[in-house]
């Protein structure tokens, strides 16, 4: 078993021996060797007649055992990273038990997003809901680097989840060397009702609403900001719904960074509708942050 010192430091990657998980192996490898973690790639093999997400005792971890699942995607990435420290291990545990126990001590759960084509199934939902760690739901990116690379996006709004999204997201804008947008979406006509629509409003309250909506966003990111001299910042804007506004930015996007939560009592037991949405239907990989 790793120290919880050592854990602090883990990038973990649930492995189920798709080719997505593959993928999310090798950008799990590429970050935590930028991040200086180490990297353990985890099998959970329950018995069949164990409930999917049970939290049954079940036996430890066996580190270094011999896996088919584990074998080729371990020396896949120690081919690519040949100085990175990639620990393996086989669970026999619910894969929603033992990826929840992992995330415990690490600093990411790393999971590929379901299927090939891109449908993410009930499991990857419901592990990113259980995680105790921010969680990275892996899918191949529709846009292509053709020179400086791909930007990372955060959404924000006023709350504390989102403020801790906006801090991991210049974090991971920092490890993978990209420019960071911070993207603050109101959708108007929610906001305000019918008046919106239909030309009725106070355009002088509105003007002063945005005005503060935009001192807000700077005051959240000027600290971080100074923390990250070298980050290439733009904040955006858009009066759109945030789960549409983020799907389109992340068309051009390597990643996209949400919180998990809603604002409310209810919303913060459950996954926001908005990160739930974004994990579902963004184009590049999604990290949500607890």
């Given at each position: 078993?790793?120290?919880?010192?050592?854990?602090?430091?883990?990038?973990?990657?649930?492995i189920d021996?798709?080719?997505?998980?593959?993928?999310?192996?090798?950008?799990?490898?590429?970050?935590?060797?930028?991040?200086?973690?180490?990297?353990?790639?985890?099998?959970?093999?329950?018995?069949?007649?164990?409930?999917?997400?049970?939290?049954?005792?079940?036996?430890?971890?066996?580190?270094?055992?011999?896996?088919?699942?584990?074998?080729?995607?371990?020396?896949?990435?120690?081919?690519?990273?040949?100085?990175?420290?990639?620990?393996?291990?086989?669970?026999?545990?619910?894969?929603?038990?033992?990826?929840?126990?992992?995330?415990?001590?690490?600093?990411?759960?790393?999971?590929?997003?379901g299927t090939?084509?891109?449908?993410?199934?009930?499991?990857?939902?419901?592990?990113?809901?259980?995680?105790?760690?921010?969680?990275?739901?892996?899918?191949?990116?529709?846009?292509?680097?053709?020179?400086?690379?791909?930007?990372?996006?955060?959404?924000?709004?006023?709350?504390?989840?989102?403020?801790?999204?906006?801090?991991?997201?210049?974090?991971?804008?920092?490890?993978?060397?990209?420019?960071?947008?911070?993207?603050?979406?109101?959708?108007?006509?929610?906001?305000?009702?019918?008046?919106y629509s239909?030309?009725?409003?106070?355009?002088?309250?509105?003007?002063?609403?945005?005005?503060?909506?935009?001192?807000?966003?700077?005051?959240?990111?000027?600290?971080?900001?100074?923390?990250?001299?070298?980050?290439?910042?733009?904040?955006?804007?858009?009066?759109?719904?945030?789960?549409?506004?983020?799907?389109?930015?992340?068309?051009?996007?390597?990643?996209?960074?949400?919180?998990?939560?809603?604002?409310?009592?209810?919303?913060?037991?459950?996954?926001?509708?908005?990160?739930?949405?974004?994990?579902?239907?963004?184009?590049?990989?999604?990290?949500?942050?607890?």
């Open positions: 078993m790793n120290t919880d010192a050592d854990d602090a430091q883990q990038v973990v990657v649930g021996g798709s080719d997505t998980a593959l993928a999310a192996a090798h950008w799990a490898a590429d970050y935590a060797a930028s991040s200086s973690s180490t990297l353990l790639l985890l099998h959970a093999a329950a018995r069949l007649d164990w409930h999917f997400l049970a939290d049954s005792a079940a036996p430890e971890i066996d580190e270094g055992t011999a896996d088919p699942a584990l074998g080729s995607v371990e020396v896949a990435v120690r081919a690519a990273h040949p100085d990175l420290d990639v620990r393996s291990a086989t669970v026999k545990k619910s894969i929603g038990g033992a990826l929840r126990d992992a995330s415990d001590r690490a600093r990411l759960l790393v999971v590929g997003s090939d084509d891109g449908m993410l199934g009930s499991h990857v939902v419901r592990i990113t809901h259980r995680a105790l760690c921010p969680v990275l739901v892996w899918r191949a990116p529709a846009a292509h680097r053709t020179g400086k690379p791909l930007p990372v996006v955060v959404g924000i709004d006023e709350s504390e989840d989102s403020l801790r999204a906006l801090m991991i997201a210049f974090e991971a804008a920092h490890v993978l060397h990209a420019p960071l947008k911070v993207a603050h979406m109101w959708d108007l006509a929610a906001a305000v009702g019918l008046g239909q030309g009725l409003m106070d355009w002088q309250l509105l003007d002063l609403l945005q005005s503060q909506q935009r001192q807000r966003m700077d005051e959240l990111v000027a600290p971080l900001a100074k923390k990250y001299p070298n980050a290439h910042v733009n904040e955006i804007f858009q009066d759109i719904s945030p789960a549409k506004g983020l799907r389109a930015l992340s068309r051009e996007a390597q990643l996209v960074v949400v919180g998990s939560h809603g604002r409310g009592r209810i919303a913060a037991s459950t996954l926001g509708s908005v990160s739930q949405s974004v994990i579902t239907h963004a184009e590049c990989p999604v990290l949500v942050v607890r």
